[in-house]
Structures are given as C-alpha cells and as structure tokens.
C-alpha cells in the first residue's frame, strides 16, 4: 500500500521567504509526526498530532513555525520568515492508532536557505 | 525525560563479519525501544522495536537486539554484514505518554568488501 508521502521533496528558497512543506500520512492513521534532520542537530521532534489537534508543539523551534492537519489527514509545516538555519531535511511519520509507537516515515522535504 | 547515546558515529566492518551498533538509553519509565535505518536521501526504515515483550528482538534483514534494562542497553547486531548494509543506523526510544521519538545522533555503518 501506499506509504507516507511529502512534497516537495527539495525546496530551495530565499532567506525572508515563506515556505509550505505538505505531508500525506498513511490512509487512517490518525497520529501524524514532524521531525527536523539537520547536520548540526541530528533528528528533532517539531510538533505531533492527534486527529486535528496538535497535543504537542513542544518541538517548534520559534514562532515562525506553524502547522496544521486537516479532515485528520494531511498535514502542512509552514515557516515563516526563513532564516538559513532553517536548511534541513523535514521528515514527516505517521502511526496507527492500535500501535502509536511505530511511527512509518515519509522520505522527507529537503529545505534550502540561500 | 528520555535520552540515547550511540557509542561511535562511524562503524566499518568488512563483509560477513559480526555488525554490533551500540545504544544505551535513559528513560524514567519503562522504555519502548527502536531501530531505524536510514539509506541515502532517503526516510527512515524501521529495523526493528522492543515494547516489553521478549528480550531479544528479530527485525528485518536479519538484525536483532537485545534489551538489557541492567545495562539500559539496546545493542543492534547482525551475524554476518552485507554490502547492502551500508546506511546510517539511528537508535530512538519513546516512552510514557510523549508518544514522540527521541533519536540518537547516528551510526554510519560502512561495509568493506
């Protein structure tokens, strides 16, 4: 079956830029993840949801970035104002809810700051 | 709160040799442990995952792990490395009610032919 989806799968941008990076989670699964992977950081937790709800933003870096989920399913990581510390690769995961621990990851967005 | 340490950042083994990739965590409550492989330019791959079963793990491709709450180890091996092997190897662990992983830094797994 299909698995979790992410586009675009590289964005180069201008620093000051806004930028829209879109994720589709696996068919029904009703958690969906955001993580960062930069070289200086490793792997991040962003932000998680629940359905629509965002329980946990705990790992939003600044207030320049946002997300949304809608109809339970497809998620959008937006960044505003983008600064060239912001150039990394965006994964996305998402989980069944039998079994929230497994998470299926997406092949990533990788962002680029110039 | 929960955190893993992976012991070297680059591994190399020559080929049909024993892989062991080293991971210890530290978690106030029971852990869920997992492995995760990384390909070039590509997501992660689950490799396997402990949630308080048996000890001993058997994942994909032929790796397994061991959990060791003595040790709060959770060491990936392989028998016999494949040249297919080479990719970056990531411990996590996540527990309680977090539900979100918390990732080691890496292992880079190099195969020598």
């Known amino acids: 079956g299909a698995g979790v989806s992410q586009s675009p799968s590289n964005k180069v941008t201008e620093k000051g830029k806004d930028v829209e990076l879109r994720c589709d989670p696996i068919?029904?699964?009703?958690?969906l993840y955001w993580y960062r992977q930069s070289l200086g950081q490793g792997l991040e937790f962003l932000i998680y949801?629940?359905?629509?709800?965002?329980?946990?933003k705990s790992g939003l870096p600044s207030d320049r970035f946002s997300a949304e989920r809608t109809g339970g399913s497809v998620s959008t990581l937006t960044i505003q104002r983008t600064q060239q510390e912001d150039s990394a690769v965006y994964l996305c995961?998402?989980?069944?809810?039998?079994?929230?621990?497994?998470?299926?990851f997406g092949p990533g967005t990788r962002l680029t700051v110039t | 709160a929960q955190s893993v340490t992976q012991l070297g950042s680059h591994v190399s083994v020559s080929e049909g040799a024993l892989v062991l990739l080293r991971c210890n965590y530290s978690?106030?409550?029971?852990?869920?442990l997992f492995w995760y492989v990384q390909y070039p330019n590509q997501g992660l791959q689950l490799l396997l995952k402990y949630t308080s079963a048996a000890t001993l793990v058997k994942g994909i491709n032929g790796f397994e792990a061991e959990f060791k709450k003595s040790e709060t180890s959770f060491h990936l091996t392989k028998p016999s490395a494949h040249m297919s092997d080479a990719a970056e190897y990531f411990c996590a662990v996540s527990s309680g009610s977090a539900r979100q992983l918390t990732f080691g830094s890496g292992t880079q797994l190099t195969v020598l032919p």
């Open positions: 949801f629940q359905g629509n709800s965002a329980p946990d």
């Open positions: 978690s106030s409550v029971p852990p869920y």
């Open positions: 995961a998402s989980t069944a809810g039998g079994d929230p621990y497994e998470q299926y």
């Open positions: 068919s029904g699964h009703t958690a």
